[in-house]
């Protein structure tokens, strides 16, 4: 989930001090009109572990917005006036009116977190809780609340280095709250996985802020809040219409941008370990523990990646009765008049076989997203959509792997071109290849939200670096038997 965010997103103070007058023009002129039309308020959620600057983020955005409409909410422990009540109570009591704008520390979210550390609760409290926000989060929106949720991740390491930093300050060590703090980092980070998740809706996002750089973070929040409260108003509905952040005027990188292209594999070491993991996955495939689980391949990737080679490869010793490959294309007229899903639903394999899906229910945030055959919410809502059909699978005891096999714009151009010189692949290369192939960036923004937003712990993307074929497959092989072998040996 928090693949990206792992990454130090960098922003130099000169070009920070360029943008910082773009950036409070561009948050005025969403908020203003706000407050002028009175048509929704906003609820602006700052979460996180501590250290990773959500005070300062928020200082700022105090002083590029106007103050008169905004009031920030910050909740720690219940005081007695709010232990007496249920525990959304003094949320509501403070909800903004019509115009207004308010930004909350502590939130519901932050509460539950707080109880499931210090183990007050337990997980299905915990889930119950998260259901009823669910429910909470859903009617405000249908009364015309934007409500916008950012989560500032740092990594352990950084974390340590702030706390200690901000622990030499008297004045700051009242903020610290413990359940946030080091010795907590791994807990709160699952649960703060969890959380966004299962939360993360079409109408109340989660946005994940890398914190390692003071002005990429604060300028990922002011952007996204800007552009989030824009599009709520010009939409005019009564559901959030913010989409995961970008920041302009800069490249922001993703786990997929940041897959090694140059590894590589020899011939005769390529046949060696191709050969290798094929014994070892024909032998796992003929277990008797695999008569308890399925296995649900996904193979996504740019266009002529080499999936196709990927999968034959893959099947090659598996047994013929036990898998069933499952090329995707544009929905017929059949699946179009069901949900998204069902069309998948109806090809996942009984428990002892594999299902092999040579593209997916990703090409919902994938393709769709980007030629805009799903709307805005529907592509949106669709991750958490995807993260609890796989949950379902894994829940019931199958295996999912997922694949991204990555090559660079070159050797696309260069495969594309091998394909319309070689009779037999005539068929691979299309119009829409070469029509895709100019949305090359928008394509690669939306593989790399799929991949923060769809990669658990339970159904993980597994990058692969495909510019050389023969590392792509062995690459493939490999994670499915190590996949298979771990499932298989508990």
């Known amino acids: 989930m928090f693949e990206s965010a792992r990454l130090p997103q960098k922003m130099t103070k000169k070009t920070f001090k360029k943008m910082e007058p773009e950036?409070?023009?561009?948050?005025?002129?969403?908020?203003?009109?706000?407050?002028?039309?009175?048509?929704f308020s906003t609820l602006i959620l700052v979460d996180g572990l501590d250290g990773a600057g959500k005070g300062e983020a928020v200082a700022r955005l105090y002083g590029w917005m106007d103050a008169r409409h905004l009031?920030?909410?910050?909740?720690?422990?219940?005081?007695?006036?709010?232990?007496?009540?249920?525990?959304?109570?003094?949320?509501?009591?403070?909800?903004?009116?019509?115009?207004?704008?308010?930004?909350?520390?502590?939130?519901?979210?932050?509460?539950?977190?707080?109880?499931?550390?210090?183990?007050?609760?337990?997980?299905?409290?915990?889930?119950?809780?998260l259901v009823r926000i669910r429910r909470f989060e859903e009617m405000l929106s249908n009364e015309d609340v934007l409500i916008l949720k950012f989560w500032f991740y740092l990594p352990k390491k950084e974390q340590e280095k702030r706390l200690a930093s901000i622990s030499k300050k008297h004045a700051a060590r009242h903020v610290l709250a413990d359940w946030a703090a080091l010795k907590h980092h791994k807990k709160a980070s699952e649960a703060g996985e969890k959380i966004i998740l299962e939360t993360s809706k079409g109408y109340a996002p989660w946005f994940v802020i890398p914190s390692q750089d003071p002005e990429y973070r604060d300028v990922a929040l002011a952007q996204t809040v800007a552009r989030s409260m824009k599009l709520k108003l010009e939409d005019g509905e009564p559901r959030s219409v913010a989409a995961p952040p970008v920041v302009g005027g800069l490249t922001r990188e993703t786990a997929v941008d940041t897959i090694d292209l140059t590894e590589s594999l020899e011939k005769a070491e390529y046949v060696e370990q191709r050969e290798r993991y094929q014994t070892i996955l024909s032998e796992l495939s003929d277990r008797k523990a695999m008569t308890k689980t399925g296995v649900v391949l996904v193979f996504q990737g740019n266009d002529a990646a080499g999936k196709g080679g990927a999968i034959r490869r893959v099947i090659r010793p598996l047994d013929p009765r036990i898998y069933k490959v499952?090329?995707?294309?544009?929905?017929?007229?059949?699946?179009?008049?069901?949900?998204?899903?069902?069309?998948?639903?109806?090809?996942?394999?009984?428990?002892?076989h594999f299902a092999i899906f040579d593209r997916s229910w990703y090409e919902r945030v994938l393709v769709e997203r980007v030629e805009g055959f799903a709307g805005h919410e529907d592509w949106l809502r669709a991750y958490n959509e995807i993260n609890e059909f796989e949950q379902e699978l894994t829940d019931f005891g199958f295996i999912v792997c997922k694949f991204w096999l990555a090559i660079s714009e070159d050797e696309q151009l260069r495969r594309f071109k091998a394909r319309e010189d070689t009779a037999y692949k005539q068929h691979k290369i299309t119009d829409e290849d070469w029509r895709n192939r100019l949305k090359w960036d928008q394509y690669a923004i939306a593989a790399g939200d799929m991949v923060d937003r769809t990669s658990t712990h339970y159904a993980p993307w597994t990058l692969v670096s495909s510019e050389n074929k023969r590392h792509a497959r062995v690459k493939v092989l490999k994670t499915i038997c190590e996949r298979l072998d771990d499932r298989l040996e508990k």
């Open 23 to 39: 950036i409070r023009e561009a948050l005025l002129s969403a908020q203003l009109p706000v407050v002028e039309k009175q048509s």
């Open 71 to 129: 009031v920030c909410n910050a909740y720690g422990e219940p005081m007695d006036e709010a232990r007496l009540r249920p525990p959304l109570w003094r949320y509501w009591r403070d909800l903004p009116a019509k115009g207004e704008t308010a930004i909350v520390f502590g939130s519901w979210y932050q509460s539950i977190l707080r109880d499931l550390i210090y183990k007050r609760i337990d997980e299905d409290a915990f889930e119950k809780a």
């Open 326 to 352: 499952h090329p995707i294309s544009a929905p017929t007229d059949e699946e179009k008049a069901r949900p998204y899903l069902w069309r998948f639903w109806r090809r996942l394999p009984r428990k002892g």
